[in-house]
Structure formats: C-alpha cells, structure tokens
C-alpha cells in the first residue's frame, strides 16, 4: 500500500467500471513535466512505501530542474518484464539456481518467484537455414524444434514452476511486434488499480513499445530478474530532450528513411543515459507504426527511451489490434484525467530540444557497420566505393562500372570505381555468374522496427509485384528471406494476394522471428561461401533491421547495410551496392527493355489502398485467440515436475552456473586490486556482439572444441545466443567475435589475445588465456574506447567478462546498459579522466595495474575516482610508472549495494532470504 503522503489516491469511473488511481496533480509542478517523467511520477505516488521510496523523492521528481545534470535517484518499478529467448533462457537458469542456492541457505525456494507479470517471446531461435523454397517456413521450424529441444522443454517447465510467468512458443512472431499488438496494455489494471502499463525488457529493442506511450526499455537480463522479483530500478532522474517534429513526409519516403535520419540526428546530439521524447504537430501526422518503428531505434541513438503521448492515432491502433472496447475506454479516459494525452501545439519544458521537418526526410540506408551512419541513396554506390577500401587487403582491378562523378579532392583510385575482383561461380542448378566485391549476397526482409509496420511491409510486396510484372527477379547469388514480426503480416499479403510475387521474388517465409538481424541468417549458398572465402570478397547484406555490427549478420559477410523493406527487394534484384538504383537499371523487362526503381516503386496511395483493405481487426484477434498455448510440437514436449529443476549433467543448453558457489549470507568486504593484466584493449564502439557474439560457433574456436568434445557434431552447434543457457559456452565465447580486434595481439581478428603468463606472451585464445590467469591468482582488466558496450543488452556480455576473470573495465564512456550490467555483475566500470585515452596516457596494454581507494565502497560512500597505477612487468627492462585518477562509473546508491555483493543476484537473494 502507498504511504499516500500527498492524498492522491482517487477513483475513476469509466463506464461501469470504477478503477483506484493515483492522482498527479496532487504533486506540486506536475503539469509541466514531460509525458515521460509523469508516468515516472505516478510510479513513485502509488509506491511509496516511506524507506525506499519517500515523499521527498516525489517533490524532486516534481520540481525537477530540466537544465540540471542528474543527480537525485529514485527508483523505478516496472509493472511488467517481457524477454526473448536468448536472454530469457539464462534468466530461468538463474530462477532456477536462485531457488537451490535459497534452500542452501536455510530459505523457502517458492520465494523464487516472479512478483510482476513476466512474459518471454520465443524469436530469437530460428535459423533460415532454408529459403527460396515454399516449404522453407516448415523446414525451419522444424530445424529449431531439433536443436532447440532442451532448451524449450526448460522453458515449458519454468512456465508451470513460476507464477506470472508466460511463454509464447515458436512460430508466433517477434518479441516487441507480440508487444505492441498484443501485450502491451498502455494503460494496466491490477487489485483493482488503473495505473500506466511500464516495463523492462530483456532486449535493447524493448523501446518500441514507447510508440504506443508505454515507458520501458532494454535491461541485462540479470537486472530483469530482480525486477521480476520485486526489486526496483535504481536510476537518476534523466534529462529529457524534446524532438519536435513538425510537416509530413513526402511520397517515396518510408519510416526507414525517417527514423535512419533521426538515429543519425540523436547519436551526433548525444543522448546516452537520457529519455528522447516526441512531440509537436508532426507526431499527430506520424502513423502508429511509424512511431513504433522510431522508439524501436531508440537503442541505435543510445536513448534510455523514445517516447510518444497518448492520442487518438493509439486508440485506433488499439482497437485496430483487437483490445476491448472497456480497455480502450479505459485508456482514453486515464490518459486524459492524468495530463498524459498530447497536445499538439504545447512546448512542455525539455532538458535540451531538436526539431525535424519530416517533409526534408529523403530515402536512405545505413552501414557498412552501424545503423547511425546514414547514407542517403543517391550516394550510396559512390559511398561504398570509399567504403569497401577498409574490408579488401587489396582491391585487385578497378570496377569501370563504378565510375561516377566523384568529388574532385577524393583520391586517385576512389574515382576510379571501386575495388574489383571478379570470381567465377557455378550454382548448384549449372547456372554461372560472376561474384565480386560489393555484391549482395544476403537480402532480408526481417526484425520487428519495420515487420510491424504494414506500409513498408505493403510497399515491399507491391515492389516484388511490379518486379515480377517487368520480368526481373532476384540475382542468383542473393540468398532473399522474408520473416515477419506475427502472422497478421501473412494474413494480409495472403488476403492482397501479395504473397505469390514475394515468392517469385525469392522472399518466401523462412519464420516468425528475428533471423538475420541477431545473426541467425544461416549459410549462404556453398559456392557463394567457398569464392568469398577463397578470394577474400567483401560481399554484403542489406536487411530491414535495426543491427549491422559487424560480424553479426553472417560470417561470410563483411559489411551490412540497413534499408527499407521495399529497398530490400529492390537491392536483391540489382544484385550489387555498385549499382546505383535510383538511376542505373535493375535489370531487363521481357523485351530487353530496361526497368528502373521509379518504375516499380509503389505511389503512396497504392500502398494505403492494400492496408485499408486487407487488415482487420479479425486478423489481430484470430492470431492471439490463444497465444501462450502453442501448437502440438510445443505442447508435445516432456517437461520434468516441482519447484527445482532436474539438472541434465549431459545437456549442452542447459547448466547449473556457478553465480552462487560458496556465497555465504553476508558479503565479503570490497577489495583493492593489485597486479591486473590487461586481457583486451580495444578501440572506439566495441559493441555487446563483439564481447558476446550471438551467432555462429565456429569449430576451431574453445567453445567449438568443447561442443565437439561433449559429443556435439559440427552441424548441430546451433549459435551462441541459443546456448547462453550452458555458461561453460558463453565463457569460451566471450570476446569471440570474428571481427574483434584486440589491439595487444596486433595482426589479429578474433578472439586472440597474449598470455603474459607465459615466456616471450604468445598469442592465445583469450579463453585459454584467462584460465591461466585465474590459476595464478592474477586478476584482469580491459581497456576500450568511446560507446563501449554499445548494441544489445546482453547480460552475457557482463556474465562472460567476470567469468573470464575481468575485475574492472576502464573505457573512455560507455553505454548505459551494459555499464550498469558490469556492476550486477561485480565488475568495476572506470572511465578514463577527462580528454584521456589509453593512448594519451600511454598505455599499451602490457602493463600490470594496480587500483586503489576502491575499499571506500566498504564506508557505505562511493569514491568519485581510484587511483591507477602501471608499472612495466617484472622482469622487463626499463620499468615506467604511471599514475592517473580513474572515475568511478558506479552512479548510484543502488549500483553501489550491488557491487559490495559481489553482484545484483546476490543482493537480491540476500535480501530475500533476510525477509
């Protein structure tokens, strides 16, 4: 019950329905905050409790200083956890190894339970191993079900083991498309309370959800499971920046265009650790997909949450998707009562503010390697041709083709056209082709920002249409994949009749899920594999998705571009990134005849006539009748009984880990850190997928060797992210990337490092590495550059760095989660001071490090900076010391708690047992 110090506590009627809610404007100087602190506000009212949340933390929150730096905590209580598989599947291991660890200890096991409303998604899993074919879809799944078995029978158990813990099964769709069209409740009702629906997720991409003006966002999954089990978020009352949006778009332009601008605009802004929030005139032109499409980027320019208020455009969509007339009502009635519905010409009070005309929005992709390098697409050919000099060790001949009017003060051989080096290829059905650098060997469409977002989905398919009436199809060296965010997206093209040109296109459904956006494209096309890697192409991938890391989408693919669902299919019909496609030909009609993007590109009043006509409320309804039941595979699974789990000592997916071995009630004191090795220095935008790489498992690497030593044949390794249930994989796959380079084993990509413990420090897998260093008692570090942690929100990426024997980080900034999950895992984040790098101070990585001032945590204070102290091995010659003031990246009382317990699993699993 809330203290209610400030009688908010009211009623609101809404038809016969009467709701308790918490009233806002009993707060002094609620009215001007921003939409996105007011539902933080309403948080802190109705859980007030007098300890940890208190009346002073509301009039903070309530005269919150937009131009002030934040400073005043306050803690956070999300009223639902949502999960994909990937990083759901280790949260239910630490469930479960929480439950025996509290019967160890002397406590009741069924404490270990969800207090909050959990629901995992199942969509990471599936590999489009087959496409092109129409029986792709069945062969897929049944692929997964195959590999997957343990892991889903674990997850079956967990949904009858734990209270308010939901799974949807394979083959529904993606995560945060499942979200906004079905389980997202804007507005929640629970004992009897209506109060905003809030949330953490398991994904970075959790913030799509704040389209429909949900607050939530993308936590480690550690972080997940102590807010599935009561425990607040401990956070800094942000900075708001206000992103006005002002015009429309104009024809030939899509959300994929809109929001690669804005992802741009923001990461050159900078708005790391802050909420982004959507307003003015524009946002009540922008579409509900779209603004779901723009939130679901938010984790691209680095916010905590982009958000858009409450109007009529998220009523309709709400009903459009099937919600109750009540919860519609509801929703209307709420958000209008608590000041939380948009007022087009109002100009709330903002940290800091940008504006975008949409109508200067023009088409555009991203890439090679990161979704905020936009590059509009007339210049995209010209672009590339600068850009695969840095993937090609030498460019062998010039492509004439690329010869283009290149600015005057580029170089000699850029405007020459780009690097060339022609392989000949024979197809498995005698058909030959010429493959060279640049050409597109991946086309998807995939991943939940624009498969939820039926105008491109619509635009796409009317290309392939088009396409298809002029004669074209795809260029036999493309491996093309559609795989939807939910079966409505099906429904639809079925009901348009759009569904047979994506085929002949080549984008037959390969699966409901995320595929080649989290690296699960599977393998090209053996002789399209064997010339790449025999000759060394810099082929690409163009995908409709959100990621384009390097070494994420394939391992045969060295640069990935993000596009528009429709540019998708017009990429995989030029066949090349060295063809200009808004004004050179992709390809001849049936008379020999040229055709060209203008003439198969959709008119704006194509694309709305289908999604008027075609998409129903009906679609919504059928699609979700029964949503966590499954079909007869999934209810086929054995699952054991009880409250604990069976451990398999055989499975490979599934293992107790070690989080909790010899842990004690109290907490061992803090300690400074003496003798560190450096285990990886690395460069600017390390992202989680070079520490923890979601994709293949390559046979050669530590964890190859050790599926192949447990009986595991090459074909059934699966990927990492399918196996971060079994942490003696994930500890091998840390720092495992393909594309990773480490900057003290120069010469390198990889997972390689030196092994100081050794005569002469060869080069060693870092794996192999740090079980020598943990033999010998020597702690490590890593030294990274600018956005470290940047992507994902990958608990493992922490998991695997303490596991490695990793006691601190020292980065030049980071990103907010995986800053934060290092701490809950009792891994120190340093910073190095200000206008420092570990060049500037001279660092090369071979040093040993010492950290003092760290025991200060042990005063219950936290130490603004630790001194650092180098020194040259022993026994090398000419010994340097060095001395510099390291911050202190723990930045709040609540991360402060987490680290003196050696993790946040372990705090809370105190706290739970002191209870």
């Not at 009540?284 to 779901?292: F, I, V, W």
């Not at 994930?730 to 010469?747: D, K, S, V």
């Not at 989660?817 to 120190?828: E, F, P, W």
Request: charge should be negative; proline fraction near 5%; include cysteine.
């Amino acid at each position: 019950m809330s203290a209610n110090s400030f009688d908010a506590r009211s009623t609101l009627q809404v038809g016969d329905e009467s709701y308790e809610i918490f009233r806002l404007d009993k707060v002094e100087g609620a009215a001007r905050l921003p939409y996105s602190l007011k539902v933080l506000l309403e948080n802190l009212l109705r859980t007030e409790d007098g300890a940890n949340i208190t009346a002073d933390h509301i009039r903070a929150l309530g005269s919150w200083d937009s131009q002030a730096q934040p400073s005043e905590e306050i803690q956070f209580t999300p009223a639902r956890v949502i999960m994909q598989d990937f990083t759901g599947v280790p949260c239910v291991v630490d469930l479960a190894t929480m439950r025996e660890a509290v019967k160890e200890l002397g406590g009741d096991p069924a404490k270990i339970n969800p207090l909050a409303p959990a629901e995992l998604v199942i969509d990471h899993s599936v590999i489009a191993d087959k496409f092109g074919t129409n029986d792709a879809f069945k062969q897929n799944v049944d692929l997964e079900y195959g590999r997957n078995k343990e892991r889903y029978q674990f997850l079956r158990w967990g949904q009858t083991a734990f209270d308010e813990f939901k799974v949807v099964p394979p083959g529904t769709g993606i995560v945060h498309q499942v979200n906004i069209e079905h389980l997202a409740r804007v507005v929640m009702i629970r004992d009897g309370k209506a109060y905003p629906d809030t949330l953490v997720g398991t994904d970075s991409h959790t913030t799509m959800v704040n389209g429909l003006g949900v607050l939530g966002w993308g936590v480690g999954g550690i972080e997940a499971e102590a807010a599935m089990l009561g425990q607040p978020v401990s956070m800094l009352i942000p900075r708001v920046v206000g992103f006005k949006l002002t015009g429309e778009l104009q024809p030939g332009t899509t959300a994929t265009d809109l929001v690669l601008t804005i992802t741009e605009m923001l990461r050159k802004h900078g708005v790391v650790g802050k909420f982004v929030e959507f307003y003015g005139e524009g946002v009540a032109a922008t579409s509900l997909a779209n603004r779901a499409t723009i939130g679901n980027m938010s984790p691209e320019f680095g916010s905590t949450a982009a958000i858009f208020p409450i109007d009529g455009e998220t009523l309709n969509y709400l009903r459009l998707t099937g919600r109750s007339d009540q919860q519609v009502a509801l929703v209307e009635a709420y958000a209008k009562e608590q000041g939380l519905w948009l007022d087009p010409k109002a100009e709330p009070d903002f940290s800091e503010k940008l504006e975008l005309d949409l109508s200067t929005v023009v088409p555009s992709i991203a890439g090679p390697k990161r979704p905020q390098d936009r590059i509009v697409l007339a210049d995209a050919k010209a672009q590339f041709a600068q850009d695969v000099r840095n993937y090609v060790k030498d460019g062998g001949d010039v492509d004439e083709a690329g010869q283009e009017s290149f600015p005057a003060s580029d170089a000699p051989a850029i405007t020459n056209g780009a690097p060339s080096n022609k392989v000949k290829v024979t197809a498995a059905d005698g058909t030959e082709y010429e493959l060279d650098h640049g050409h597109v060997t991946v086309a998807a469409i995939t991943s939940c920002t624009n498969t939820s977002n039926p105008y491109v989905m619509v635009a796409a398919a009317l290309v392939a249409k088009k396409a298809v009436e002029k004669g074209l199809t795809r260029k036999p060296w493309v491996k093309t994949t559609l795989a939807p965010g939910s079966k409505v997206v099906t429904d639809y093209f079925d009901k348009a009749g759009l569904t047979p040109y994506l085929d002949k296109v080549g984008f037959n459904l390969v699966g409901y899920g995320c595929t080649t956006c989290i690296g699960n494209s599977g393998p090209l096309p053996d002789e399209v594999s064997q010339a790449v890697n025999e000759h060394d192409l810099a082929v690409t991938s163009v995908l409709s998705g959100n990621r384009n890391f390097e070494g994420r989408i394939n391992p045969d693919v060295k640069m990935n571009y993000l596009a528009s669902p429709p540019l998708v299919v017009a990429y995989a019909l030029a066949g090349s990134m060295k063809v200009d496609i808004t004004r050179e030909s992709l390809g001849l009609d049936q008379d020999g005849n040229p055709v060209f993007l203008k003439d198969i590109w959709p008119s704006e009043a194509e694309v709305n006539d289908v999604v008027a006509n075609t998409i129903g409320e009906d679609m919504f309804t059928k699609s979700y009748a029964d949503v966590f039941a499954g079909d007869a595979q999934w209810q086929a699974l054995p699952i054991p009984t009880g409250n604990t789990f069976e451990w398999d000592a055989e499975s490979t997916y599934v293992r107790k880990p070690p989080y909790f071995e010899g842990m004690g009630m109290d907490p061992a004191p803090v300690e400074d850190i003496a003798g560190a090795r450096v285990l990886a220095k690395l460069g600017d935008s390390v992202t989680t997928d070079h520490i923890s790489p979601a994709g293949a498992i390559k046979a050669d690497t530590p964890a190859g060797k050790y599926l192949t030593e447990h009986g595991v044949e090459r074909r059934d390794f699966n990927s990492y992210g399918s196996r971060r249930g079994n942490h003696e994989v994930m500890i091998r796959g840390t720092f495992a990337n393909i594309r990773l380079r480490n900057q003290i084993a120069p010469g390198t990509e990889g997972g390689y490092t030196r092994d100081f413990t050794q005569a002469d420090a060869p080069v060693s897998f870092i794996y192999d590495a740090s079980r020598n260093y943990i033999d010998q008692g020597i702690p490590l570090v890593v030294l990274a550059g600018k956005e470290y942690g940047s992507g994902s929100s990958r608990d493992w990426a922490a998991k695997g760095t303490a596991l490695l024997g990793v006691k601190a980080v020292i980065a030049e900034s980071y990103e907010r989660i995986h800053r934060s999950n290092l701490i809950g895992m009792g891994v120190l984040p340093l910073q190095f001071p200000e206008g420092h790098t570990a060049e500037t101070l001279g660092l090369t990585g071979e040093e040993t490090f010492s950290f003092t001032g760290v025991t200060e945590l042990n005063n219950g204070t936290i130490p603004s900076t630790v001194k650092v102290t180098t020194d040259t091995a022993p026994g090398e010659a000419g010994n340097v010391r060095r001395e510099f003031d390291a911050v202190v990246r723990i930045d709040t009382p609540g991360e402060a708690d987490y680290y003196r317990n050696g993790g946040i699993l372990q705090y809370v699993l105190r706290s739970l047992i002191s209870k």
